[in-house]
């Protein structure tokens, strides 16, 4: 029955340290500049760029935060690609350009600020700070 115990807890720490890990770009991979339209599928936003759909998660949480982002907005993105899912870096809608930076909490699990260059600063460096940490 112990080692019953300690294969489960065992078990346990290795998915865990699995899961903890995050999604991260290889190395060797570029940011891609995107332009498209958002589009609400499925519960979740994508961006629709001529025929190709890319799911861009983590940006529902700025909605109501980011003006303009919203269905049908044109938007150009700047991030990693990877089968057809941005990591976002960069956001540019409405004249108005945010930079989520490398650091972004939906991908790392890290606490990393991001700004608005366009209507002064959101999180981080000095402006509101909206929870989290900095």
Excluded at 109 to 131: I, K, L, N, S
Aim: charged fraction near 10%; hydrophobic fraction near 35%; glycine fraction near 20%.
């Amino acid at each position: 029955m112990k080692k019953l115990g300690l294969l489960f807890v065992f078990v346990f720490l290795v998915i865990s340290t699995v899961l903890a890990q995050g999604w991260a770009p290889p190395a060797s991979s570029e940011t891609t500049r995107v332009q498209g339209t958002l589009q609400l599928q499925n519960g979740h936003i994508v961006l629709v760029s001529g025929s190709t759909v890319y799911f861009v998660p983590g940006l529902m949480r700025y909605i109501g935060f980011i003006d303009g982002l919203r269905e049908g907005a044109q938007v150009s993105v700047v991030g990693y690609t990877f089968n057809n899912v941005i990591r976002l870096t960069q956001l540019t809608i409405g004249g108005r350009e945010y930079d989520f930076g490398s650091n972004n909490p939906g991908w790392s699990g890290q606490a990393g600020g991001w700004c608005c260059r366009g209507g002064g600063h959101m999180r981080g460096g000095g402006g509101h700070h909206w929870g989290g940490r900095r």
